[in-house]
């Protein structure tokens, strides 16, 4: 089985390449060229892929790639992916989000009709929810660029589906973290905060509104999930979520105490961090896919936030 990975260097396609690398298959990982390549997250596997150039901008670069690999199965996962840079790039986000699937169902149905494909879309469509937990038939709401450009790309999948009667699934997952998760990522930034204040290396932490609420599970549980959704015998759409929602202030509590600080004396709010419209509250109803698919999370939220901090804190006193 050959499979092909957008997004390969990002969070969730370095763990779906182990997994699917420990299936057997044949990985081909499409990269962008660019001047500064970051391979920090497949490092240590890289040697067992195949990474192929192609953009997402550029239709051409994708036939092109998908003619040659004639790929079994295909993993949309690059897009333009923090919520926040959303707001500052809305058109760039457009471009790669929402018109880049486009792009890639274009290029399958012309190169390669008969693969399975698979889109990440993402519970931040649901923005400010209309119903509480969020389901397959929950209408969206985006709050961001990158929610609409989500949305976007849910549908036209849908579409093409429906069309063209291609093998198209989307995965609605939730917020999943890991060590391998950005900086930049609430979730990480808080862990490596953690790390660094233990460390002595920084005094404080200062993030936006505390009480935003997410269904925050881990990256390697629901990465499993994109490929069940592949070898079901029918293309559908499943929400992958762990069923469970905590607040920015809880992730900060569960963190400091891994490290034996109080949250409450290194914690800031910083008004310039807030979103202009913020999501409050996600959390997915995963009943169909843990019934259809046989699929369930593993890691609690307590050990995923114990992994990361454990992570941070190992890698942040290599910079001592």
């Not at 999930?225 to 293309?235: D, E, N, R, Y």
Request: with cysteine.
């Amino acid at each position: 089985m050959k499979a092909l990975i957008t997004g390969i260097t990002g969070q969730d396609g370095s763990y779906l390449a182990e997994l699917l690398l420990s299936k057997g298959y044949e990985v081909f990982g499409m990269v962008r060229r660019s001047s500064s390549e970051n391979f920090e997250r497949i490092n240590s596997f890289k040697n067992d892929l195949s990474l192929v150039q192609a953009d997402l901008l550029d239709e051409l670069s994708l036939i092109k790639i998908m003619e040659e690999i004639q790929p079994d199965e295909i993993y949309n996962l690059a897009a333009m992916s923090f919520v926040p840079t959303s707001w500052t790039q809305p058109i760039l986000t457009g471009e790669f989000t929402a018109i880049g699937v486009v792009r890639m169902l274009e290029a399958m149905r012309r190169a390669c009709p008969g693969a399975k494909f698979y889109q990440a879309s993402s519970s931040e469509m649901f923005g400010k929810v209309r119903e509480v937990p969020q389901t397959e038939n929950t209408p969206f709401y985006p709050r961001s660029p990158y929610g609409v450009s989500k949305a976007f790309g849910h549908y036209i999948t849908v579409n093409y589906r429906e069309s063209y009667n291609l093998f198209a699934a989307s995965g609605i997952l939730f917020n999943h973290e890991s060590p391998r998760r950005g900086k930049e990522f609430v979730t990480r930034k808080v862990t490596d905060g953690v790390a660094r204040i233990k460390l002595g290396l920084s005094k404080e932490l200062r993030l936006g509104n505390l009480d935003a609420e997410r269904d925050w599970g881990f990256a390697g549980d629901y990465v499993e999930a994109m490929w069940l959704m592949l070898q079901h015998h029918t293309p559908d759409d499943f929400v992958v979520a762990t069923g469970k929602m905590h607040s920015v202030r809880d992730l900060c509590r569960c963190a400091f105490e891994c490290a034996g600080l109080d949250w409450e004396q290194y914690v800031r709010t910083d008004p310039a961090l807030v979103r202009p419209a913020e999501v409050e509250e996600l959390l997915g109803d995963s009943s169909k896919a843990r019934s259809v698919l046989n699929w369930q999370p593993r890691v609690s939220f307590e050990e995923l936030v114990q992994k990361m901090v454990e992570a941070d804190l190992e890698r942040v006193s290599k910079e001592l």
